[in-house]
């Protein structure tokens, strides 16, 4: 299957909490990241997902939101990513920013130009990438 998005992660379920209508799903990446998915209660029969079951993460670019260096504040997206950026591809309203997050893998943001104007980024800088639980979509098989 091809797909649009520029984020997959592969992994293996780590947690599974339930609630009345959707599930907090877990996925232990290679490296140590862990990225916090929320799915329907049928999502997670439709799809098998227990603990130890191989699945994968899809993050839409545009869902990415980048914070220059280590934040300090506190955010309610349950996904951080903290790494390096390794690459911005800009364009005429966009830039792509591509951040290594651990060896081998790496995450795509779409932000504008003018915010990576204004943040001042730039290749090397620290940054750390945030996503919502309600923005990952998971599948067992592509």
Not at 73 to 82: A, P
Not at 126 to 132: G, N, Q, Y
Request: hydrophobic residues 45%; contains cysteine.
């Amino acid at each position: 299957m091809e797909l649009s998005t520029r984020n997959v992660f592969q992994g293996t379920i780590k947690e599974l909490k339930a609630g009345i209508v959707t599930t907090e799903v877990v996925l232990s990446l290679p490296g140590g990241n862990d990225i916090v998915a929320t799915i329907t209660n049928e999502s997670v029969d439709h799809l098998g997902l227990a603990p130890g079951k191989e699945a994968c993460a899809l993050i839409k670019a545009p869902l990415v939101i980048i914070v220059a260096g280590e934040p300090n504040m506190r955010f309610s997206t349950r996904n951080m990513l903290t790494g390096t950026i390794s690459r911005i591809e800009p364009g005429a309203v966009n830039a792509e920013v591509i951040i290594d997050i651990s060896p081998g893998q790496s995450i795509c943001a779409v932000i504008t130009m003018g915010s990576v104007k204004s943040m001042g980024l730039k290749v090397g800088d620290s940054v750390t990438a945030l996503f919502k639980a309600s923005s990952v979509i998971l599948a067992t098989r592509i």
